[in-house]
């Protein structure tokens, strides 16, 4: 089974609205870590957001928001008032506290998200 | 100011030829790691270094080595690299493997050409 599932292959959004990617996840770790991280074509991977297992608050960074259901282990980003310069590829991914340990981040497919003039 | 620093950007090497790709960092972070991604496809972690200690991933090929000679760097050695082989390679550094406030950052990247 896959641990971290992005079904939007792509997504338009018109400039200025805001959009929302998705995101589920798979884990029996009772601690874990939701990232979502920004992809340019330029291939750097960008930080966008973090969302702990027990923060019981959604994230939030400027326009980025974390939409984060525990219960359904849903972990959507919100990206409010789009630019055109947020067109990019968009990973969710998620490291797992105690299995293991290692800090590894596993990624979802990714969704590119293209912004419209 | 450039935190994670890949080099070179751009690499094209020859099939059967040994490869290596550096990786730095400014922010005094225990660990480092190294991802591959191949074309249209999610990072893939090859192996990490927490301090000295290294730690491979299980399905990670013998063709790929590491080196973390101090702190700062960390090289990615391919022996015989292999058409699959070419992919963007993606180092990342992280102060801790878990809590919060330990997110990975990453480089712009190693893309690797094959010919």
């Known amino acids: 089974a896959q641990k971290i599932t992005q079904t939007q292959p792509g997504m338009f959004v018109q400039e200025k609205e805001a959009v929302t990617l998705d995101c589920t996840y798979d884990?029996?770790?009772?601690?874990?870590?939701l990232f979502w991280y920004k992809q340019p074509s330029s291939g750097e991977m960008i930080f966008l957001i973090y969302?702990?297992?027990?923060?019981?608050q959604n994230a939030t960074e400027g326009r980025y928001s974390l939409n984060f259901q525990k219960a359904r282990k849903s972990a959507n980003l919100v990206i409010s008032a789009s630019q055109l310069g947020d067109s990019a590829m968009y990973f969710c991914?998620?490291?797992?506290?105690?299995?293991?340990?290692?800090?590894?981040?596993?990624f979802g497919q990714g969704t590119t998200l293209q912004v419209k003039p | 100011d450039a935190m994670v620093i890949q080099n070179p950007r751009y690499q094209v090497t020859q099939f059967g030829k040994p490869v290596t790709l550096s990786c730095s960092q400014t922010?005094?972070?225990?660990?480092m790691y190294w991802y591959q991604q191949k074309s249209s496809q999610a990072p893939k972690l090859l192996f990490h270094?927490?301090?000295?200690?290294?730690?491979n991933e299980a399905d990670t090929p013998d063709n790929f080595q590491s080196r973390r000679p101090n702190t700062s760097f960390c090289f990615l050695d391919i022996r015989s690299p292999g058409l699959g082989d070419a992919a963007m390679y993606l180092c990342?550094?992280?102060?801790?493997?878990?809590?919060?406030?330990?997110?990975?950052?990453f480089g712009p990247g190693t893309r690797l050409t094959v010919l």
């Open positions: 990342a550094t992280s102060r801790e493997t878990s809590g919060r406030g330990n997110e990975q950052f």
């Open positions: 884990t029996s770790d009772q601690s874990y870590g």
């Open positions: 969302q702990g297992s027990y923060d019981e």
């Open positions: 991914a998620m490291r797992e506290d105690l299995s293991g340990n290692t800090g590894k981040l596993i």
């Open positions: 922010l005094n972070h225990n660990v």
């Open positions: 270094y927490y301090d000295k200690d290294f730690n």
